[in-house]
């Protein structure tokens, strides 16, 4: 029964992607010193013909064990280009981040996509950035090297998301071509409550600048923790204090 019910969801996804089901919603990143938007998260939301809204914490994991994060990938992609352009008719001219899986790390077409997303909608790569965890990148330092090395001569940014939870050594930051750190939001999540949390965020943030790396702080939700992360060197920001996902025409 467990079996028929994951297959069913996993056949209504895979017509969800086929159909244009899925939305991308737009989260801004915000330039403390500036008060601007820097540059947004796409963030993929499913809504059924029926009205119901799933989790991409349910159908993320379930195209990661299936084939279809592959056609999720390239919706993902081709999405976020046509997210730019309609941006750019609204004279904001923003880089786009992307969040890419572990298993489309590993799959060569995941370049070529890209590469021709980029060139269908004639935009350059610095209008997008990828996101990728710190389990990404233990997998195959090899094979991901490579790939980080071709995206960022497109004018990509790499960003290492969710920073500081992932079973990794810090080899990797020294060995990989990254352009930025994106504090996990369980360490933003009690400041200014827990001390730990607060040392720790301070000790990312320091640690970044050492390495010349841009950080941004996940998770943002409070005034308090903008004031903290802002007298701790750190003015990039993302959360709900300043704005939840939203639909790309909001963020004009
Ligand atoms: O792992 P990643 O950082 O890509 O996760 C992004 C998710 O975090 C999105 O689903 C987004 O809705 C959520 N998110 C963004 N900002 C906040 C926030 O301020 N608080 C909480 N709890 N979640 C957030
Ligand atoms: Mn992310």
Partial sequence: KQHFAINELENQLR????????????????????????????????????????????????????????????????????????LKGANLDIRLAINISGRQVSDLALLNQIKNALEDHQLPGSNLSIELTESVLVESLDVVSV???????????????????????????????????????????????????MEITAAIIAMAQKLKLDVVAEGVETIEQVEFLQNNNCFIVQGYYFSKPVAEDDIP
């Fill in 15 to 86: 017509k969800a992607i086929d159909e244009n089901q899925l939305k991308l919603f737009l989260q801004p990143i915000v330039d403390l010193t500036t008060g601007k938007i820097v540059k947004c998260e796409a963030l993929a939301r499913w809504i059924t013909p029926e009205g119901k809204f799933i989790s991409p914490e349910v159908f993320i994991p379930l195209a990661e064990k299936s084939e279809l994060i592959f056609p999720f990938g390239e919706w993902l992609i081709n999405e976020a280009c046509n997210a730019i352009d309609a």
């Fill in 147 to 197: 790939l980080l090395n071709e995206l960022r001569g497109m004018g990509i940014t790499v960003s290492i998301d969710d920073f500081g939870t992932g079973f990794s050594s810090l080899v990797y930051l020294k060995k990989l071509p990254i352009d930025e750190l994106k504090i996990d939001r369980s360490f933003v999540k009690d400041i200014p409550e827990d001390d730990n949390d």
